[in-house]
Nanobody, 125 residues
């Protein structure tokens, strides 16, 4: 009964920072590649960042490169997304996702077999 629970979202001014957390329960985080997806109103759900089981491989969407950092603490069963220099275009519901179906990092939502409920990030101008 794997569960993913996101936290850390909220309202922040443009240029500010937030750190999202995703806590996994009912399983061992080190057996899952992890990712953060986001979905803005009227937009498709797209990957923001992904990280392999060991943390040795990461993927970032072009729109967040240099601003976002994904990391994992397997001992704490927690994945993080540090978001810096936020812009209104980052406003979205951010979803934590996990997969143990394939090796490496996938940027496609269909690759992930567990999902959190999402946390709202709103960036004001």
């Amino acid at each position: 009964q794997v569960r993913l629970v996101e936290s850390g979202g909220g309202l922040v001014q443009a240029g500010g920072s937030l750190r999202l957390s995703c806590a996994l329960s009912g399983g061992t985080l080190s057996t899952y590649a992890m990712a953060w997806f986001r979905q803005a109103p009227g937009k498709e759900r797209d990957i923001a960042a992904g990280i392999s089981r060991s943390g040795g491989t990461t993927y970032y969407a072009d729109s967040v490169k240099g601003r976002f950092t994904i990391s994992r603490d397997n001992a704490a069963n927690t994945v993080y997304l540090q978001m810096n220099n936020l812009t209104p275009e980052d406003t979205a519901v951010y979803y934590c996702a996990a997969q143990n179906l394939r090796l490496g990092v996938s940027r496609f939502s269909s690759a992930y077999n567990y999902w959190g409920q999402g946390t709202q990030v709103t960036v004001s101008s």
